[in-house]
């Protein structure tokens, strides 16, 4: 059973507003993830962080930023939403000796 | 880059029938995931296979790895409405860095 949080589950805010999306996990795994996944279609990487003060951008570009202070904490930034950032943000963990990935249950943003 | 193809794309199937979904690539995978989602949730891992030819049950679902570590499948017996979701594969390569998803299979039973 994975442990790996995401708050909030569902978003809706005003086009300009900063927003922080949260994710925790409890299983002291070094390496994290962020994907966006838009309905019925692919996942697709935007950040991810092999460790404490490691972050990276991934294969899809993204106004987002990342931080990770903590090995426990991978929160996800947006400074300035706009409507084309709507989207569903999953968080996920990799775990050992197998690097599966677990995931958060997603946060759902709609930004008007 | 490696890719993992999943078909079908869709299948929309009867309760009670069975059925099998594949995911193959052209690369070696040291490992590979099944994972299914539901709308607006994040997957959910289902099985991780390591060693070619590995055969792991999940109650009326069967995971197959290939003999090469290129290709899985997944086959469930008497589909239930439960098992409707979105049915993912993905894996690591060889040297453990490159994790990549397949564009899943769109699965739906019918009551």
């Known amino acids: 059973e994975a442990d790996i949080y995401q708050t909030p589950r569902y978003l809706v805010i005003g086009t300009g507003k900063k927003i922080t999306l949260e994710c925790s996990q409890t299983?002291?795994?070094?390496?994290m993830y962020w994907y966006q996944q838009d309905p019925g279609m692919e996942l697709h990487l935007i950040h991810y962080?092999?460790?404490?003060?490691?972050?990276e951008k991934g294969d899809l570009s993204s106004e987002s930023t990342v931080s990770r202070i903590r090995t426990e904490h991978f929160p996800l930034t947006l400074e300035s939403a706009r409507p084309s950032h709507t989207s569903q943000y999953l968080c996920?963990?990799?775990?050992?000796?197998?690097?599966?990935?677990?995931f958060g249950p997603g946060t759902r943003l709609t930004v008007l | 880059t490696q890719l993992l193809e999943q078909s079908p794309q869709f299948l929309s199937i009867q309760e009670g029938e069975n059925l099998t979904v594949y995911c193959n690539s052209s690369s070696v995978f040291s490992s590979l995931q099944w994972y299914r989602q539901e709308p607006g949730e994040g997957p959910v891992l289902l099985v991780t296979v390591v060693t070619g030819g590995e055969v792991k049950k999940l109650k009326r679902l069967t995971f197959q790895f290939g003999d090469a570590r290129k290709d899985s499948s997944l086959h469930i017996t008497a589909a239930q409405p439960g098992d409707t979701g979105l049915y993912l594969c993905a894996g690591h390569d060889n040297y453990g860095q490159n994790f990549v998803f397949g564009p899943g299979t769109r699965l739906s039973v019918l009551p």
């Open positions: 299983m002291g795994h070094d390496k």
């Open positions: 962080s092999y460790g404490v003060n490691s972050t």
């Open positions: 996920a963990s990799r775990g050992r000796p197998y690097n599966e990935q677990f």
